[in-house]
């Protein structure tokens, strides 16, 4: 589940909480727009390792985790290599809310028809809802 605000940062983590997207328990990764790189290598570290139970694994998205990021984080991360892309695709899967919080349209737009192409995430179904004509990007 993807929450993408125009919100500041505290304020969209405090939204996420107060409507049940961020659960009391979770762990919550953040991405900086400055050091992207070397938080998205560090976060994929984290997220794509299986944790052993007894005899049982347990894979990161069945854990309580989520993703928060910038809007310009998200744009740095567009224009990056496409190693990074996929890695960046790939943290997504494992974690089950990500919070994108100060999106432009065009960060909107982006995030949705990044979703929509990747050839990682198959065919999927995405749904967006704005309220207003910043949104139609999005939509």
Not at 5 to 22: E, F, P, R, V, Y
Not at 79 to 84: A, E, F, H, I
Request: aromatic share 6%; proline share 3%; hydrophobic share 35%.
């Amino acid at each position: 589940m993807w929450m993408l605000t125009g919100d500041k940062g505290t304020t969209a983590q405090s939204i996420a909480k107060n409507c049940g997207l961020i659960g009391s328990e979770m762990k919550i990764y953040e991405i900086d727009a400055y050091k992207f790189e070397s938080d998205l290598d560090k976060l994929y570290g984290e997220v794509n390792t299986t944790v052993h139970h007894d005899t049982h694994a347990v894979h990161p998205s069945e854990q309580d985790c989520a993703l928060v990021l910038s809007g310009s984080t998200l744009e740095k991360i567009m224009d990056s290599s496409r190693s990074q892309k996929i890695k960046f695709a790939e943290i997504i899967q494992n974690v089950r809310v990500v919070v994108e919080y100060r999106c432009s349209p065009t960060h909107k737009g982006q995030t949705v028809e990044f979703i929509k192409t990747n050839p990682l995430f198959g065919n999927p179904v995405t749904m967006a809802v704005g309220d207003g004509a910043n949104d139609v990007c999005m939509i």
